[in-house]
């Protein structure tokens, strides 16, 4: 099986809202304030990107906002599948014809068991919600 890899197109700094540094690493992220990022927690929140390191509260936030990169997997995920954030800012499923409240964010492609890692082609510069 190939290993996730980082190919960023696009990645920002930001402060991170709370300790990153043994459960954030690549989980999605929105934007609570001013160029502050806090984990995803609900699937209505407007994505921001994937945290690419692991800061305590108040440091520097790597966030990844578009491209090739490696995410935690909310489900098993197979290469191919469609793909929105959980309340967690892992990687699940998308659905369009039930998920009409999440975003739709980009495509899995290496798949990988439930709490693995997976790696995604996204795009969070313009999410759409409830739409591949």
């Known amino acids: 099986m190939a290993s996730p890899k980082t190919m960023p197109k696009w990645t920002?700094?930001?402060?991170?809202?709370?300790?990153?540094?043994?459960t954030g690493q690549f989980l999605a992220v929105y934007l609570?304030?001013?160029?502050t990022v806090t984990k995803m927690s609900d699937i209505t929140q407007v994505p921001y990107g994937i945290?690419?390191?692991?800061?305590?509260?108040?440091?520097?936030?790597?966030?990844?906002?578009?491209?090739?990169?490696?995410v935690i997997a909310a489900e098993t995920l197979t290469a191919g599948n469609q793909i929105r954030f959980d309340n967690a800012g892992?990687?699940?499923i998308f659905v369009a014809t039930t998920d009409t409240t999440a975003f739709a964010v980009g495509q899995c492609t290496?798949?990988?068991?439930?709490?693995?890692?997976?790696?995604?082609e996204f795009n969070c510069t313009n999410p759409v919600q409830g739409s591949a």
């Open 110 to 120: 290496i798949g990988a068991a439930s709490a693995a890692v997976a790696e995604i």
């Open 90 to 92: 892992k990687a699940a």
């Open 32 to 35: 609570s304030g001013d160029r």
């Open 51 to 70: 945290l690419m390191n692991d800061p305590e509260s108040g440091q520097q936030a790597s966030v990844m906002k578009e491209g090739k990169c490696p």
């Open 12 to 22: 920002e700094s930001a402060i991170a809202a709370a300790d990153y540094s043994t």
